[in-house]
């Protein structure tokens, strides 16, 4: 939402979580919904920005109940985790977005250009030291997978390192891509 009120939205994820962790394991993007259910998310997102009268990048965490019914869980305002695959996916990312309101400049294009999952990396069971990463040859060789890693020195179990985005017009090959990163790439300590 900009300074004069006007809005934009992206379509939405689906977010997998892991249930020990309590963090997103992986999202994809555009969400399995009906066309009519991801227009009741996209305007009570919507309704939300305007009645923060926020001016800036809101991320709206949504649960959808049992008999389809649409609830607000969080809001977040600012860049999320759950709009990270923007990068690829989308004609404009979450974090040009952001930086265009600040400046005043035009909304971008939320068009999505390629649907997505995309895998959150964490620390490995057990890690608590420097930061070692491995399997990146093997997940750089596939199609449409894109790596960010979070610099950070210091690997605990559990602590978000980076996300695999995998980038594919066909998401049931993106989640064989998927299983191969999970198999391959791992973030731990020396």
Do not use: W
């Not at 259910?37 to 809101?58: P, V």
């Not at 959808?64 to 695959?85: D, F, L, M």
Request: with cysteine.
């Amino acid at each position: 939402r900009d300074a004069l009120g006007g809005v934009v939205a992206y379509d939405p994820v689906e977010m997998v979580f892991d249930p020990e962790a309590n963090l997103i394991d992986y999202l994809r993007y555009p969400a399995n919904l009906s066309p009519s259910l991801s227009q009741e998310c996209i305007a009570l997102a919507l309704r939300a920005a305007k009645s923060f009268q926020i001016e800036g990048l809101l991320a709206v965490e949504l649960f959808i109940t049992q008999e389809k019914q649409v609830i607000i869980n969080e809001v977040a305002p600012r860049p999320h985790n759950s709009g990270h695959q923007s990068i690829e996916s989308s004609v404009t990312s979450q974090y040009e977005q952001h930086l265009r309101i600040l400046l005043d400049l035009p909304l971008g294009d939320t068009t999505i250009k390629t649907p997505s999952l995309m895998l959150n990396l964490v620390g490995a069971s057990h890690s608590d030291g420097p930061t070692r990463v491995d399997g990146m040859k093997e997940t750089c060789a596939l199609p449409g997978t894109k790596v960010h890693l979070y610099g950070k020195k210091h690997c605990r179990a559990g602590r978000k390192m980076g996300h695999v985005t995998i980038v594919d017009q066909d998401l049931e090959r993106a989640a064989k891509s998927l299983e191969i990163v999970r198999d391959n790439l791992a973030i731990r300590s020396h």
